[in-house]
């Protein structure tokens, strides 16, 4: 079966280190996705990227990076992990066409602290 | 601006109750699309529903139903006779033109058994 996959499920890191989490989807899907959960503050879109090689900022990409060299993969850096990005990243992939159009399918999530 | 708002954070009901959870969304677009995702107590995020802004049939899932009314901007969830294992956060999020999707704040339901 298809599916998208988080690694590391967990993470505690220092502040200042870089850090870069893992997402990894198995459905062909163009679009990928990185938000962070907040208590308060629901997800917030991070990064996204419409298919290799595209990338663009979401509402809180401050900090944070993405590459795209591949249509599974899109790796979300810290580039100097600092205290408020403590919080839970979600990956998410969807197809641009077809029956499944728009329709997210998350993984389960990573859970960073930064000390 | 916020683009969907769920105004109730926090909702308790005993079991077998109805529970109605609001959103309303905010766009300029014509075509759009709305969903529900649901995200049990162990985090992950499970999609219930996606809507076309062209298609305002209510829908009846099981013991879930939502009503989608363009003349409110409105595309409400019920729970009917709820059990514990609704016990949940429940987020509507509105996708317009480029795919992504912005999420509305989320409901906490609460089922007491």
């Known amino acids: 079966d298809a599916e998208i996959t988080q690694s590391p499920r967990h993470k505690i890191t220092e502040t200042g280190r870089q850090v870069t989490l893992a997402c990894h989807q198995t459905?062909?899907?163009?679009?990928m996705f990185w938000y962070r959960q907040d208590l308060g503050h629901g997800l917030r879109l991070i990064h996204y990227?419409?298919?290799?090689?595209?990338?663009n900022k979401g509402e809180v990409s401050d900090g944070y990076s993405v590459s795209r060299s591949n249509t599974e993969d899109l790796p979300l850096t810290l580039e100097s992990a600092a205290s408020s990005q403590t919080s839970v990243y979600f990956c998410?992939?969807?197809?641009?066409?077809?029956?499944?159009?728009?329709?997210?399918?998350f993984g389960a999530g990573t859970r960073l602290s930064v000390l | 601006a916020q683009k969907v708002t769920q105004a109730q954070t926090e909702i308790s009901v005993v079991e077998k109750e109805d529970v109605t959870l609001d959103c309303v969304y905010e766009?300029?677009?014509?075509?759009?699309?709305l969903f529900w995702y649901k995200q049990p107590p162990s985090g992950e995020l499970v999609f219930l529903i996606r809507?076309?802004?062209?298609?305002?049939q209510n829908e009846i899932s099981g013991r879930y139903s939502w009503n989608f009314q363009k003349s409110t901007s409105s595309f409400n969830f019920t729970i009917t006779a709820s059990q514990v294992v609704d016990s949940a956060v429940y987020f509507c999020?509105?996708?317009?033109?480029?795919?992504?999707?912005?999420f509305g704040k989320g409901n906490q339901v609460v089922v007491i058994p």
């Open positions: 766009t300029r677009d014509t075509t759009y699309y």
């Open positions: 998410a992939s969807s197809s641009s066409t077809g029956t499944e159009k728009n329709i997210q399918y």
């Open positions: 459905w062909n899907h163009n679009n």
């Open positions: 990227s419409y298919g290799v090689h595209d990338t």
């Open positions: 809507r076309n802004s062209f298609d305002e």
């Open positions: 999020a509105l996708s317009e033109a480029q795919d992504r999707l912005a």
